[in-house]
């Protein structure tokens, strides 16, 4: 088990490094995609916590 963790996160490291090198343009464009779902997932986040604290109005 611990093997196969180890083997998947060199996979996913040679094939981030790939598409780097090979498309720093495209590489850009997944890690903007990225934060940007992690600002709407934290914006939710902050939007029901503020629905939770106005007591669910």
Aim: hydrophobic share 55%; charged share 15%.
């Amino acid at each position: 088990m611990v093997q196969a963790k180890k083997v998947g996160l060199y996979v996913a490291v040679v094939f981030v490094l790939y598409l780097v090198i090979t498309d720093p343009a495209k590489a850009a464009d997944y890690v903007q995609i990225g934060f940007e779902g992690i600002s709407s997932a934290a914006q939710a986040v902050g939007d029901f916590m503020t629905w939770v604290a106005n007591g669910g109005k």
